[in-house]
């Protein structure tokens, strides 16, 4: 899916994914996984839902509590 797309799907304005991707390259923000397709960036679903359980996870370990399946 395309940035916009994507956004969508995980709440949040087109320029916070840009952000992100932006400073994921330096390390700052862990960024959802995207790859390039000429000029576009495109997200796959499946890899968005999982990135979101792993920052869910971790803030909850990080807050002391645990997360079922």
């Not at 679903?45 to 869910?56: G, I, K, N, Q, S």
């Not at 803030?59 to 997360?67: D, L, T, Y």
């Amino acid at each position: 899916m395309n940035t916009k797309r994507a956004a969508e799907f995980l709440g949040v304005p087109e320029g916070t994914l840009r952000s992100w991707r932006h400073h994921a390259r330096s390390g700052e923000h862990p960024a959802p996984p995207s790859f390039r397709a000429g000029k576009r960036v495109l997200y796959v679903r499946e890899e968005l839902e999982a990135w979101v359980t792993a920052c869910t996870q971790a803030e909850a370990k990080a807050q002391g509590q645990v997360m079922s399946r």
